[in-house]
Nanobody, 123 residues
């Protein structure tokens, strides 16, 4: 059974940084793609960044490009989302997800999800 567990969320001032972690367990993930999504109150879930586990190829959404980076540590089965220059509009619940399709921003193509971690950016 695939399990994903996020950590690293919290409260940070605008301009600050956070690093989110997503630790995966339950199987080998070499043929998976991993995505980071966020959802703010009253808004739809939004793709933030993702990567292909086997190659490390990654994609970051335009809305956060230049501020967020995604990476993985295969030895720890962990994917990271490094968030810099945070803005109040980055406030949301951030979730990681795993799937076996090509890397894409559609939440429905990711069958496995973590519980999410809250990120709050104060102005």
């Amino acid at each position: 059974q695939v399990q994903l567990e996020e950590s690293g969320g919290g409260l940070v001032q605008a301009g600050g940084s956070l690093r989110l972690s997503c630790t995966a367990s339950g199987r080998t993930f070499s043929d998976y793609v991993m995505g980071w999504f966020r959802q703010a109150p009253g808004k739809e879930r939004e793709f933030v960044a993702g990567l292909r586990w086997s190659s490390g190829y990654n994609y970051v959404a335009d809305s956060v490009k230049g501020r967020f980076t995604v990476s993985r540590d295969s030895s720890k089965n962990t994917v990271y989302l490094e968030m810099n220059s945070l803005k109040p509009e980055d406030t949301a619940v951030y979730s990681c997800a795993a799937g076996t399709t090509h890397l894409n921003p559609r939440p429905l193509t990711y069958p496995y999800w973590g519980q999410g971690t809250q990120v709050t950016v104060s102005s």
